[in-house]
């Protein structure tokens, strides 16, 4: 059964930090490119960051420079640090996987709320 679990998210001032986690089992995580994606109520679903196998990361042009992406193999874990928090990055964030199978996995989601 695949799982990617997302954790850290939260309540942030603006200019304030935080770091998202997403754990996955159930898949050959090191074969598997993983994504951040970020939704607010009524819009679809926006890729944040993305990270192949081999660790080079591409992010979206507005969180690029605030944003970075990382994985840790042996952890079977997907990071996203997000710096310089603003109320315009309040939403919930999903940690995604795309397997060398070709099969994306999403979790289940990770509120941040920025305040201004």
């Known amino acids: 059964q695949v799982q990617l679990r997302e954790s850290g998210g939260g309540l942030v001032q603006a200019g304030g930090s935080l770091r998202l986690s997403c754990v996955a089992s159930g898949i050959i995580f090191s074969r598997s490119t993983m994504a951040w994606y970020s939704q607010v109520p009524g819009k679809e679903r926006e890729l944040v960051a993305t990270i192949t196998t081999s660790g080079t990361p591409t992010y979206a042009g507005s969180k690029k420079g605030r944003f970075t992406i990382s994985r840790d193999n042996a952890k079977n874990t997907v990071y996203l640090q997000m710096n310089s928090l603003n109320p315009e990055d309040t939403a919930a964030y999903y940690c995604?996987?795309?397997?060398?199978?070709?099969?994306?996995?999403w979790g289940q989601g990770t509120q941040v709320t920025v305040s201004s």
């Open positions: 995604s996987a795309r397997t060398h199978l070709l099969i994306t996995y």
